[in-house]
């Protein structure tokens, strides 16, 4: 079975950079978000009426993903993940009004489903950075963004209350504040360690 690694972190503090990033270094098979792919996003972008179906896409997407790594021999790299889209975008979805109380339901028994089909994370790559940071990279993308700099501190509360149950020794927690975007600086020691924790697993 392979191993599942999801970098984690609020929108724009660079998860698929660093996904990219693995990959090239590890060799590791990479799980992205694809954006400009999936049928709703733009969508979802000027309709609130998409949430739902978007949120149900991503998810569906990620279980997707899930399952192909976990029957494969390689290691995985999601750029968010299901934990991600779950207990980060689609509660803050839920909280700015854009799903209701029962849409909300319906994507939480979704994932309580796929995460009791699978087995969670092996290792969670859990990215912050200064707030200040985040709003500049988030204002010089080039793709579609539902979340905005001002949903930071809500979504890192909600990613916090996740993280909360989630095995300590599962956690890799990483402060990329510092302007690095091909994460030159950290790559070589960060595979060593990665592939330490996952020996051990």
Same mark, same amino acid.
């Given at each position: 079975? %392979?191993? &599942?690694?999801?970098?984690?972190?609020?929108?724009?503090? +660079?998860? #698929?950079? @660093?996904? $990219? !990033?693995?990959?090239?270094?590890?060799?590791?098979?990479?799980?992205?978000?694809?954006?400009?792919?999936?049928?709703?996003?733009?969508?979802?972008?000027?309709?609130?009426?998409?949430?739902?179906?978007?949120?149900?896409?991503?998810?569906?997407?990620?279980?997707?993903?899930?399952?192909?790594?976990?029957?494969?021999?390689?290691? %995985?790299? &999601?750029?968010?993940?299901?934990?991600?889209?779950?207990? +980060?975008? #689609?509660? @803050?979805? $839920? !909280?700015?009004?854009?799903?209701?109380?029962?849409?909300?339901?319906?994507?939480?028994?979704?994932?309580?489903?796929?995460?009791?089909?699978?087995?969670?994370?092996?290792?969670?790559?859990?990215?912050?950075?200064?707030?200040?940071?985040?709003?500049?990279?988030?204002?010089?993308?080039?793709?579609?963004?539902?979340?905005?700099? %001002?949903?930071?501190?809500?979504?890192?509360?909600?990613?916090?209350?996740?993280?909360?149950?989630?095995?300590?020794?599962?956690?890799?927690?990483?402060?990329?504040?510092?302007?690095?975007?091909?994460?030159?600086?950290?790559?070589?020691?960060?595979?060593?360690?990665?592939?330490?924790?996952?020996?051990?697993?």
């Amino acid at each position: 079975m %392979g191993k &599942l690694i999801v970098v984690v972190g609020s929108t724009g503090v +660079g998860k #698929t950079a @660093l996904t $990219h !990033a693995l990959c090239r270094e590890a060799g590791f098979t990479p799980g992205l978000e694809g954006h400009a792919d999936r049928p709703f996003q733009a969508r979802f972008k000027t309709d609130h009426r998409f949430a739902l179906a978007n949120q149900v896409d991503y998810l569906l997407l990620r279980l997707e993903q899930e399952t192909a790594i976990r029957s494969g021999a390689q290691t %995985g790299v &999601l750029d968010g993940g299901l934990e991600m889209d779950f207990h +980060g975008f #689609t509660r @803050l979805f $839920h !909280a700015r009004g854009w799903l209701t109380d029962d849409e909300l339901d319906l994507c939480r028994r979704f994932y309580t489903l796929a995460r009791n089909l699978l087995p969670p994370p092996d290792l969670v790559l859990h990215l912050t950075a200064r707030s200040g940071v985040i709003a500049r990279r988030l204002a010089q993308r080039d793709r579609i963004n539902i979340a905005s700099a %001002g949903d930071i501190s809500l979504l890192d509360a909600f990613l916090a209350e996740w993280l909360s149950t989630v095995n300590a020794g599962c956690i890799l927690s990483l402060d990329v504040s510092e302007d690095d975007p091909e994460y030159r600086r950290i790559l070589p020691g960060l595979v060593e360690n990665i592939q330490e924790r996952l020996e051990k697993e």
